[in-house]
């Protein structure tokens, strides 16, 4: 049983515009009152399924203890995509089978198993061929706070869809390399590189410091943002953990025309 005031939290690229996230919630509070709904983002790129994975990916470790995270970017809504339980040992994870999941699986915590939802009892009367976010993926959230078992909802999978997302690599053993995943509303530039990968390098020369390079371009290490005060393109560890490029009070991405995929290098300065 989960605790009497279950958490829920939603990640979508409806918007604000329609009533889309208003009538998900609705649907979830008649199936069960008790629920508390957290907003994470109804802001991803429209139908950009990546960028969802890497936003829940990030974000679903701060979230208590069988927190139930509904995940909303379906492009393939109405086709014979399946809807999934994802379940792991510390959280539940509900949306369309399209690899927006990626990340969860290639995680440090353990994925216990991955559920088909076919039990239509758990899903809305009517099911329209457009909205499954309101009609099979929130009222299965909602069940699942109720406290069904989770062997009710459907049949492990194993051939489940998993995206592929780019590694870093270590061209030498100075050297990393990654690439940006993920531009903020700010413009700063997420790479996939983390604190542990730049720790490798600290570690064959804790008092070297780092060259930082992308496009041509060197930039500095910094603690945080308002450590500089000029135009130039910095880099910092996020508080995501994630090697981040930024502009101080700047968008980084179209003052220095860096898109996702581009190469960024780290390596340990001569």
């Known amino acids: 049983m989960l605790d009497q005031a279950p958490l829920i939290t939603l990640t979508t690229d409806f918007g604000y515009k329609d009533p889309f996230v208003g009538m998900m919630k609705g649907v979830i ?7 508390r709904i957290i907003d994470l983002t109804h802001d991803i790129t429209p139908h950009n399924v990546r960028e969802a994975a890497f936003t829940i990916g990030m974000s679903h470790s701060f979230f208590p203890y069988k927190t139930v995270h509904v995940v909303v970017v379906d492009p393939g809504v109405g086709s014979n995509r399946r809807p999934i339980l994802v379940v792991t040992d510390h959280h539940y994870f509900i949306g369309p089978d399209n690899g927006v999941f990626s990340l969860i699986y290639n995680s440090q915590s353990e994925t216990l198993g991955v559920i088909h939802i076919t039990s239509e009892h758990y899903f809305m009367s009517q099911i329209g061929p457009t909205f499954h976010g309101r009609d099979i993926f929130a009222p299965s959230a909602a069940w699942l706070t109720k406290g ?8 492990m999978i194993t051939d489940y869809v998993t ?6 690599s270590m061209p030498s053993k100075t050297t990393i390399e990654g690439e940006v995943i993920y531009i903020d509303r700010f413009g700063n530039a997420i790479t996939n590189i983390r604190a542990v990968d730049l ?3 600290y570690s064959i020369n804790p008092e070297a410091k780092l060259r930082i390079v992308t496009k041509g371009k ?3 290490l910094k603690n945080y943002y308002s450590q500089v005060t000029d135009k130039g393109l910095y880099s910092l560890i996020n ?8 502009v101080y009070r700047g968008n980084a991405s ?3 025309d860096i898109k996702i995929g581009d190469i960024v290098g780290v390596m340990l300065a001569q």
């Open 199 to 201: 720790n490798t390098l």
């Open 254 to 256: 179209a003052l220095f």
């Open 239 to 246: 508080s995501a953990g994630y090697l981040e490029l930024f």
């Open 148 to 155: 069904i078992e989770i062997t009710k909802f459907g049949d």
């Open 218 to 220: 060197q930039t500095e």
């Open 29 to 35: 509070l008649k199936i069960n009152p008790m629920a």
């Open 163 to 168: 995206l592929p997302f780019p590694s870093v």
